[in-house]
């Protein structure tokens, strides 16, 4: 794991802007010039990664390996890929991302061992206040977003913030999380509902071909 990464000042008596979103607090990211600047870092930085060549793997790990706050081998995150600060971000062992993954890491954003994620996912740990005037001052709220391992989000998923993903797991492709998914269970719709558990008998849903079958 890295240093955690401090982006401003401490203030004498009271709690910075970064501090203020870590703790679930209402922040107004704009306030300081060292979140800002950060965040605009970390845009041209991911300009440079959203160029690299679909073959250059090693690199894009590399890379994000530089802005992550943590990360396990074999990771790969196909472009075009977004974020706002990175040091939030923490992927495990196997970590797979298609195109079109976007995180907004006001708060944590951790992903256990072989999680893969289909295109066109958001993990939105950041978001507005309803209350009209504090959300059009330029607030926001930023709640951490938990993934176990062995989970599979499907395409043009949305996870928002405060949401903790249980082992095994399976995100239908669509689905808006706005509550904890329980481990080994399918869940799917707007807002996403357990469908069922999933069990042993799930694995007749597909045909092996011959010789291939790893089980027998």
Not at 48 to 57: D, H, I, R, T, W
Not at 178 to 200: E, Y
């Amino acid at each position: 794991m890295k240093t955690k990464v401090t982006l401003c000042k401490p203030v004498p008596g009271g709690m910075t802007e970064q501090e203020k979103a870590e703790a679930g607090f209402l922040y107004d990211p704009n306030n300081t010039t060292e979140m800002a600047s950060y965040r605009f870092r970390i845009q041209d930085a991911l300009y440079e990664y959203n160029a690299l060549k679909p073959s250059q793997v090693q690199e894009r790990r590399d890379f994000l390996a530089k802005i992550f706050g943590k990360i396990g081998r074999n990771c790969n995150i196909l472009p075009p890929f977004k974020c706002e600060y990175g040091f939030h971000i923490e992927v495990g062992e196997n970590f797979f991302a298609n195109y079109n993954f976007i995180v907004l890491d006001g708060n944590t954003c951790r992903f256990g061992d072989n999680v893969w994620i289909a295109p066109n996912v958001s993990i939105l740990a950041a978001g507005h206040p309803l209350y009209m005037p504090d959300r059009v001052a330029g607030y926001e709220y930023a709640f951490p977003v938990t993934v176990g391992n062995n989970v599979w989000i499907g395409g043009s998923c949305t996870i928002i913030g405060g949401v903790t993903i249980g082992d095994n797991a399976v995100i239908a492709a669509g689905s808006v999380v706005i509550r904890d998914v329980p481990a080994d269970t399918l869940v799917a719709g707007n807002p996403a509902r357990v469908i069922r558990k999933l069990t042993i008998e799930d694995r007749k849903k597909y045909r092996w071909a011959p010789g291939d079958d790893p089980e027998k």
